[in-house]
Structure formats: C-alpha cells, structure tokens
C-alpha cells in the first residue's frame, strides 16, 4: 500500500478505537487541540517552535498553531484549520500530502460551533478548551486519557512505516559521525551540526537533543553540553535519532579509536555489549514481561564484567549485591512512537530495584520499543565500593576516560520475534571507527 493508504486504514482504527474509548468513559465526541505558541520566559515575547500535541499527531502529521480535530463516532473527523494570517512568522508546511482525504478539512475562526455536545478536550492548552465552552469535567479527563494511551502502544502498518522511515533518516548521520571520529580530533558541537546537516534536521526538528559524547563524557548518560574545540578522545557515544510524520527513532552508537591497551580493553567492553544487546533483541518473546528482559540484561553485564577482568566475583554475586548496577544504571529501554519515551507500557512501577525502567509492560505484537543496554564508568555509582577488592579498580580507572558504551536498536514486536528497524539501516552497534 502506498502512504496515503495506510494513513486512511490507521484513522480507520482510529476511529474504531475512539468510538469504543468514548463508550467506556461516557463522552460523545474528542476535540482534539494541535497546540499554541509556548514562551520560552515569561519575561520575553520569544517563542519555542510548536510540538503538536501527541495525541493530535497521532490521527496527522500537521505543525500548525490552533487547530482542532472533531472526532465522532459514525463521521468523518474534521480537521478545523485557524485563520491566522502572519507577516512576522508562518508554520512549516507538512513534507508530503498523504493524509488531507481522510478528513473533512474546515477553514473557520468559529470552532466553538463545530464541537458537539458531551465533547471532552485534548490538549495542552486549557485556555483553549474554555473558548470552546468544553467544562471543567471534560478537559483531558484522566479515564479517557488512559484509554486514547492504550491505541498508541499497538502500532498500525502506517505508524510502523514512519518509524522505519525516521530511522532510515537518521543512518545517514550516524555514518558521517563514525567517520567524522575515525578522521581525526573533533568537537562534540562540530558533531552535532555535522549530525543536523546530514540527516536534514535543525535541533527543533530532533526527536530529542542530540547526546554526543566523547570520551570521559560519556559517563554523563544525557551529555548535550557539547565541547566546542576539538577534543582528543579514543571513543565517541552517539545517541540520536530523527522524525518522520511525528514518528520518532532513537538510536544510539558507540565507537573506538586507536591503540593502547585501554582502548583494546573497552574495545571488548564494546562488542560486549554488542553481542549482548543483539542476543536481548533475539530473546523478545510474545507474554514475556519487559522487566524480565531487563533483569536478563544485568546477568549479561556481570558476565561481561568478567570476561574483560572488571570483576572475578560469579554472575550471580555481581547482580544479588548491585554491583552490576553502579557500572549500567538505566532500564533495558522504553516503549517509542510519536515520543521518544512514549506512552502506554509504563502502567504499574518497576520493581524497587529497577527504579529507571520506563517499560513495564508484557510484550505484545505490534509494540515498539527499543533496546537498550550500556556499561559505564560513573565515579559517582561506583564510589561506594571503591572499598571493594572484587573490583580492578586499576583497570576501571583506565577504562574511566572512555566514559562508557550504549547501544540501542528500535524493534517492533512480531507474532515471533522482532523487526529491528534499526538494524536494517545501520548493520553494527559499534566497535572500531575505521
């Protein structure tokens, strides 16, 4: 099927959804609101370019300020488009056209005349649900949230061909950084900008802000305070990704450079994770629990952890005492979609133990979610077993100016197995640069 059509068999599950989502909690419409101008201080009348709201993004990919999506069961939804005539800014126009014919598109500044009675409001800005005379009890109601939250874990083929098409849209800018690396000293914000140009994309644009990391920066898990002089530095760990309809990848590499015994050792920390994160990919069952995944993740860290001299103590003692947890602190990885940690898979916590896993969901055909895991050399996690003789701490210590390794696919759940979108772009996690 073409774009277009997939896009009309998604707003036709949509609309399927919807219909049984506003029987179970008693409304009889959605008016969905794309959003307003946010100030970046109150103090100024600069603006932050507008994200649309997410749940209006999911029925069409459409940047523009003040619209609203009227959804009714039995109806065509109508897409009302304000009138805002602008000399000082306009909003960017949608990069393709394959979703206009599955809406009844309406011009009005008269919005309020469209939203049907017992309609509840979706959106970010409540100033706009008292304009449409929608009460207090009908703005972005928890029950039906809940329910709208639900249709976005179990992804349709369209939502599937956007998030392949983000992450094809985002190898292109990997490649360049690991070759940009291999060439010789760089910047992270020479990085950075060398990322945004290739793939297209301007920091707005990015699902996230780019995380580019070199070296001992790479103990930083969310780095984006970016060197500006080039900086000598044996690895670089890149996490970023681009967009696509809304659609998000989130894609993270980690490259090695030069000789030393150092860097021959986090070499093999390196494919370490890389085989480990590709084995997790393989393990992805249909009723498995995501956190039993995860759990899976810290025993193969502790295994890792001693075969590259890190630690003699067994598998079992690195994961019953924590240790693995002071070198890879984060969760296996979340579920994806039109946000980066995107909603759904996260309806009860984590156990007290894994207090960073964003998905806790059991894994069901048709999620998207990425995976994962990482080692890192964090002074701060691993200063309460300095103490400790089951540590080589002249090795970690070494290891140190490397910061640490991640490595993240983006895979959707089939019947049995996975598709890794992102695998089909990018064919190695990391290693050696050149």
Known sequence: MDLASLHRAHVESLQRGVAAALEKTGFGALAIHSGSPVKRTEADDAYWPLRPTPHFQHWLP?????????????????????LQPSFWEAPAPPESAHFWGAFEVIESNAARELVPARAAFI?????????????????????????????????TEYEVFCLAEANRRAGPGHEQLRTLFAS?????????????????????????????????????????????????????????????SGYCSDITRTWVKGGGAAASVFAQVVAGVEAMQQRLCAAVRVGMPYEELHDESHRQVAQILRIVGISRLSVDELVKRGITRAFYPHGLGHSLGLQCHDVGCALRPPRADNPFLRN???????????????????????????????????????????????????????????????????????????
């Open 62 to 82: 459409l940047a523009e300020p003040g619209g609203l999506l009227v959804v009714q069961p039995g109806k065509q939804p109508k897409l009302v488009r304000t």
């Open 123 to 155: 959106g970010d800005d409540l100033a706009a649900a008292v304009a449409l005379g929608v009460p207090e009890e009908g703005r972005n109601p928890a029950s039906l949230l809940a329910e709208l939250d639900q249709l976005r874990v179990h992804k």
């Open 184 to 244: 010789g000293d760089r910047a992270e914000l020479e990085l950075h900008l060398a990322f945004l140009g290739t793939t297209l994309q301007d920091d707005a644009e990015t699902p996230y802000k780019n995380i580019v990391a070199l070296g001992k920066h790479a103990a930083t898990l969310h780095h984006i305070s970016y060197e500006k002089r080039a900086t000598p530095a044996q690895s670089l760990l890149l996490d970023a990704g681009a967009s696509f």
């Open 360 to 434: 806790t969901s059991v894994i069901a055909e048709g999620q998207v979610f990425t995976i994962e895991p990482g080692i890192y050399f964090i002074e701060a996690l691993l200063a309460p077993w300095r103490k400790s003789s089951d540590i080589d701490w002249k090795l970690v210590d070494a290891l140190a100016a490397f910061g640490g390794v991640r490595i993240e696919d983006d895979v959707q759940v089939l019947a049995r197995g996975v598709r890794n979108l992102t695998r089909e772009v990018l064919e190695k996690g990391g290693g050696q640069a050149a």
